[in-house]
């Protein structure tokens, strides 16, 4: 890899992420008609942050789904993952991708360039999660569109960050959709549909579960300092990922928290690592009770172990029957309490993928746009309060995370060539609930 293009100094947070928009609201909500003598399709401009594959697939799901859409902007760690973006969906989309090399950024305020362009309507969020609130707020105040990847936060400085986010784009008319896909898969959305409807009776209980495989881990290369490190392997440092129960099964817990129609009350757990290199921060299990308003009890868990049982979905049991709602393309069914298939349907994660890039862009043309980062901040505290929960061995409530914790994880310095703690684990008593 190549080295960033710029190389930002040593530096506050304040200064880093934070420092104000330069962009105006009016550049921000500027947009650019196809059309202009009848204004029939409002041209939309985006641009991506964060290069990586999952920032690659949300600007192809976009594209292939929108028409009069074009990507004008990127940046990335990395000028060179940029331009393998560009490379890679130009072929594809030809002059829809119409990245020159001057709106290719680099470095640790790469960013900055794409939020103050008044050429970008829209900005696409798919750095790793620790940076997302801040982009979050910046990308409202510079008066663009949003779509966000999840997790929106990985700690609770990072919540109330995202709720301040989503107040502003509200009052400033920006549309904010995020990356919680199942939301718009038509078997979640039947699923949910049917249990509102009575079809298993009154909720009593459920269990979820986020087991997989284990997780990709890049070494440290000689010469890289602390800071360049951990943003390269940066699954493995919880103020990047907020370990794999943030990261990863964020969408089931989005599920159950869909399901229930409110937040949990508490949440009390364990789990510990046995399979993780010696410097990842991350557990390699993890398994919470959270306790919903009623006493009704979600039993959950997520664990990435090499050679392990996989098992990924969620089932929810009602005093008239019981949905299994698969992840993935597993579909959906209820059954009554004799174990008689009475619903089924199907559903397609890539269909779910391109929706939600759909739902931006027709909700800012329409003029009704889409707000939803509140829902996706509380489900990404649920992730943190199952964490919290584990890695202190303590029962933790919602309310002291959103209201009442210090927890703050993102470093209060950060520079290209800067150094960082050494990587730690949690341990249950003697981490400390803060």
């Not at 990072?158 to 920006?174: E, I, M, N, P, T």
């Amino acid at each position: 890899m190549s080295e960033p293009v710029t190389r930002p100094g040593r530096g506050s947070r304040r200064e880093f992420l934070g420092g104000g928009a330069t962009a105006s609201l009016a550049a921000g909500l500027m947009v650019h008609s196809s059309h202009a003598a009848g204004g029939e399709t409002r041209e939309l401009r985006l641009g991506i942050v964060g290069c990586g594959g999952r920032g690659t697939g949300a600007v192809d799901d976009s594209l292939a789904v929108n028409e009069h859409v074009r990507l004008v902007a990127a940046a990335d760690l990395y000028d060179k993952k940029c331009d393998a973006l560009r490379q890679a969906l130009q072929g594809r989309y030809q002059a829809r991708v119409a990245v020159d090399d001057a709106r290719l950024h680099g470095g640790l305020d790469g960013y900055r360039r794409v939020l103050d362009d008044p050429e970008v309507d829209v900005v696409l969020l798919t750095t790793s999660p620790g940076f997302r609130p801040r982009m979050l707020l910046e990308a409202v105040e510079a008066g663009k569109h949003v779509f966000a990847e999840k997790p929106v936060c990985v700690d609770p400085a990072g919540y109330r960050v995202c709720l301040q986010a989503h107040d502003q784009a509200v009052a400033k008319g920006l549309a904010i959709v995020t990356g919680t896909q199942y939301r718009r898969q038509t078997n979640y959305v039947g699923a949910v549909e049917q249990i509102r409807r009575g079809a298993i009776g009154e909720i009593v209980s459920g269990t979820s579960r986020y087991c997989a495989g284990g997780i990709w881990y890049r070494p440290r290369r000689e010469g890289m300092s602390d800071v360049e490190y951990q943003l390269s392997n940066w699954m493995h440092f919880i103020w990047l990922s907020g370990d794999q129960i943030c990261e990863q099964a964020v969408h089931n817990l989005d599920t159950v928290n869909w399901v229930m129609g409110e937040n949990p009350v508490s949440a009390f757990g364990s789990g510990g690592r046995f399979t993780r290199p010696e410097d990842s921060e991350m557990w390699d299990n993890v398994a919470i009770n959270y306790e919903y308003p009623g006493g009704r009890i979600i039993s959950f868990m997520c664990r990435q172990v090499p050679g392990a049982a996989g098992d990924n979905g969620t089932v929810i049991h009602g005093t008239t029957g019981t949905c299994f709602i698969a992840a993935m393309d597993g579909g959906s069914r209820i059954v009554d309490r004799q174990g008689k298939e009475v619903w089924r349907m199907d559903g397609s994660i890539s269909a779910a993928y391109r929706q939600e890039h759909k739902d931006l862009v027709n909700s800012i043309r329409a003029g009704k746009p889409i707000v939803e980062l509140k829902q996706t901040a509380d489900s990404s505290l649920v992730s943190v309060l199952g964490r919290v929960a584990a890695y202190t061995g303590q029962k933790v409530t919602f309310g002291f995370l959103a209201g009442e914790s210090k927890l703050d994880l993102f470093p209060k310095e950060l520079a290209w060539d800067g150094s960082l703690p050494a990587p730690t684990f949690a341990v249950p008593g003697r981490t400390k609930l803060v």
